[in-house]
């Protein structure tokens, strides 16, 4: 069965470091990826997505993800994290033979330390 | 103000009882969705929509109903056969179920206590 895989359950750093969660997916077809995030008591937003052309995609609040076909993965950077990116983040796959559902990783906790 | 509402935030129920949950979108989206999101496991789908009285299972529809029979709203019915109710509920909807505009736009959710 398709899934998507978070390796990270639990990141912690400290202001200013460099970040990279890691997703990977388990399907050879055609996917959409989207990387959400869920703040403290807030609604799941999205982050950024990937449909096609330039692998690399940019989104909100400085957050980067790179879409690599070979390695069926699409991972989420940011090169400098500020406290108020603690949440959860949450890769997930649109999967088109499954009739558009979207299948959701695990999640990873993201603890910035001031 | 658009967007997605969910009522209520907090909901508590005894078991063996049947709970609704709501879920209002003035998006004009055609597609709906609900899921079920627990600790260390992501959010899992429950069922979907695609249109008005159209609606799919998703993987783990056993124990759960629901009605689509205005395009804004989508509720999901827990029933008591549902083995383990107690979780984060959330709601979801798309301006459309593949292509362009699949983007999925969440509510706040609903929390539900079986006691």
């Known amino acids: 069965a398709q899934s998507v895989s978070q390796h990270n359950h639990h990141v912690i750093l400290s202001e200013a470091a460099s970040l990279e969660l890691g997703c990977n997916y388990s399907?050879?077809?055609?996917?959409?990826l989207f990387w959400y995030v869920q703040y403290p008591g807030q609604h799941l937003q999205l982050l950024l997505k990937y449909f096609s052309g330039d692998p690399l995609v940019k989104g909100i609040k400085g957050f980067e993800a790179e879409f690599i076909k070979s390695k069926f993965s699409f991972n989420l950077r940011k090169p400098s994290v500020q406290w108020s990116d603690t949440a959860e983040y949450f890769c997930?796959?649109?999967?088109?033979?499954?009739?558009?559902?979207?299948?959701f990783g695990q999640g990873t906790e993201l603890s910035v330390k001031p | 103000d658009g967007g997605i509402t969910q009522s209520p935030k907090y909901l508590f129920r005894k078991e063996g009882q049947n709970v609704t949950l709501s879920c209002e979108q003035n998006?004009?989206?055609?597609?709906m969705y609900w899921y079920r999101q627990d600790p260390g496991q992501g959010l899992r789908l429950i069922y979907y929509s695609q249109i008005v009285n159209d609606f799919q299972k998703g993987d783990i529809a056993e124990g759960y109903s629901v009605s689509r029979e205005k395009k804004e709203s989508f509720p999901l019915t827990v029933t008591s056969a549902q083995k383990n109710p107690t979780a984060f509920y959330l709601c979801?909807?798309?301006?459309?179920?593949?292509?362009?505009?699949?983007?999925?736009?969440f509510g706040p959710g609903t929390r539900l206590t079986v006691l």
């Open positions: 979801a909807s798309s301006a459309r179920l593949a292509g362009t505009g699949n983007e999925q736009f």
């Open positions: 998006l004009n989206h055609d597609a």
């Open positions: 997930a796959a649109l999967i088109y033979n499954q009739g558009g559902k979207l299948i």
């Open positions: 399907y050879g077809g055609t996917v959409n």
